[in-house]
């Protein structure tokens, strides 16, 4: 997914830019259109294979110009699985559905993607899975910093060794500063029963979490302390969300979207009221129009 996220479609895969319109319909007629061929000639930038006008080719074509117009389809044909058209842009492979309503990337970490309303569908559903296992975590059991009246909360999976953890912790109070309320859960990457592990159950069993969590991100020496936790169960709910895969520290904000690693704490913020706003958008109602001026 890589290349094509920054060579072909950019910023708009990511959705966070507006899509453009479409420059047009799909090339009609032509000296020669081929419906459903399995491949046609390369094409300059900005142009495309001609294929028959509202033909499902036409429709994925369009599809790919709405997100970027400016981006050359060399090939466009069916694709072995039905329903499907196989686009080859610039040496990668996209899939577009026949009616041109979703567009998946395929490969290590690819996505199905909403055209239309812009949205990643794969990590809107892995959103909703994180946001479900992290509410398994009582509340109890989370070490927070928070502001007197944080505009944003975060759960971040965090150990003891990591340079970025330890550098995002060390920022803390700015964090709160923007608004941000942090929630740290345990997270020791090396394992349970590692050296990692017992220092965080040595946090979690520690009389002011907040205060062993803190020494310990600043590699001063805590009690080693054993207790009733929670520490294995962070540990396990992080490995079902992906911090496995992911690494430490993983933010994730309050309706379970992967946020990133270490984020400078203004950077949050901004990313943090992006997705409000756009979480905000989602959810108003698709028929919602302005009432008509002038009253009735």
């Not at 390369?42 to 036409?58: E, I, K, N, R, Y």
């Not at 989370?142 to 060794?161: L, M, Q, S």
Request: charged share 20%.
């Amino acid at each position: 997914m890589k290349r094509i996220l920054i060579t072909v479609l950019g910023a708009v895969i990511s959705l966070s830019a507006c899509a453009q319109a479409p420059q047009g319909a799909a090339a009609a007629g032509g000296t020669d259109p081929v419906k459903d061929r399995a491949g046609v000639p390369a094409t300059p930038a900005g142009t495309a294979p001609q294929v028959v006008a509202g033909s499902a080719d036409a429709r994925a074509i369009e599809a790919m110009r709405a997100l970027n117009p400016n981006v050359a389809i060399d090939k466009v044909g069916p694709a072995p699985m039905p329903g499907l058209r196989e686009i080859l842009v610039q040496g990668q492979v996209v899939y577009v559905s026949d009616d041109g309503g979703y567009l998946f990337l395929p490969g290590t970490g690819g996505a199905l993607f909403n055209i239309k309303g812009k949205r990643n569908v794969t990590e809107d559903s892995l959103a909703g899975m994180r946001r479900d296992l992290v509410k398994t975590i009582p509340a109890s059991e989370r070490i927070v910093f928070a502001p007197a009246n944080p505009k944003h909360t975060v759960t971040v999976f965090t150990d003891a060794e990591c340079g970025y953890c330890r550098k995002l912790h060390g920022e803390i109070a700015e964090y709160n500063r923007q608004g941000i309320a942090v929630e740290y859960l345990a997270f020791p990457r090396m394992g349970i029963g590692s050296d990692d592990y017992k220092k965080m159950v040595s946090v979690w069993c520690a009389a002011d979490r907040r205060e062993a969590l803190t020494a310990v991100k600043s590699d001063r020496a805590v009690s080693s302390k054993t207790c009733k936790n929670t520490v294995e169960q962070q540990y396990q709910i992080g490995q079902r969300a992906g911090v496995g895969a992911t690494g430490t520290p993983t933010i994730l904000n309050a309706d379970g979207f992967h946020v990133g690693g270490y984020v400078p704490p203004a950077q949050l913020r901004e990313r943090l009221d992006k997705l409000a706003a756009e979480s905000e958008r989602a959810s108003r109602p698709a028929a919602a129009v302005a009432a008509p001026a002038g009253g009735a």
